[in-house]
């Protein structure tokens, strides 16, 4: 762990944030290079009505934008839920160096949890995986939001 990993980490929990009070999903990402924040992203799929809105993808298009290239190598990618199959193959492709998780995922996560897409030999590039960082805080506001919804289903049933 570094010791940067729990202050970026709370970065991109305020990211996930920005999602909650739109309705969205609360999942938040920043991506670092050098100490710096280059960009940022959280949750946007109902928002925009695009499936693909997640909040790594939109993190890791306003870095490559930024630094004029796809190849993020010596770039740590902080987000507060295991990333899924899509954005673990994402991190890959883009050659990110380091990821950093806060809550895992037991229905969708690829970084170690159902299985390891961001560490597989069989590709090309392979990401450092720290997990946990701020685990408890990020994994709570995710389930606050889903018993709110349930909650909000609920009593629309009645």
């Known amino acids: 762990m570094c010791l940067d990993d729990e ?6 929990i ?3 944030k920005k ?11 920043v991506i670092v ?7 940022r992203g959280y949750n946007r799929r109902e928002l925009i009505q695009e499936p ?17 290239t796809w190849r993020l190598s ?4 902080y987000v507060t839920l295991e990333p899924c199959p899509m954005c673990a193959g994402a991190i890959v492709l883009a ?5 950093v998780y806060g809550a895992a995922d037991p229905k969708a996560g690829c970084a170690g949890t159902l299985m390891n897409l961001v560490q597989d030999a069989r590709f090309n590039h392979r ?21 709110n919804l349930r909650e909000q289903k609920k009593t629309r049933d009645q």
């Open 74 to 77: 010596g770039c740590t990618l």
């Open 19 to 29: 999602a909650e009070a739109i309705g969205e999903v609360p999942i938040g990402a």
């Open 7 to 12: 202050r970026f980490m709370e970065m991109a």
């Open 95 to 99: 050659r990110i160096g380091r990821l």
């Open 14 to 16: 305020a990211e996930a």
């Open 33 to 39: 290079r050098g100490g710096e924040v280059i960009a």
């Open 127 to 147: 990401a450092e995986i720290t997990a946990g960082i701020l685990g408890e805080q990020c994994g709570q506001m995710l389930s606050a939001f889903f018993r």
């Open 52 to 68: 693909t809105a997640h909040a790594e993808l939109t993190a890791i298009e306003e870095a490559s934008r930024r630094l004029g």
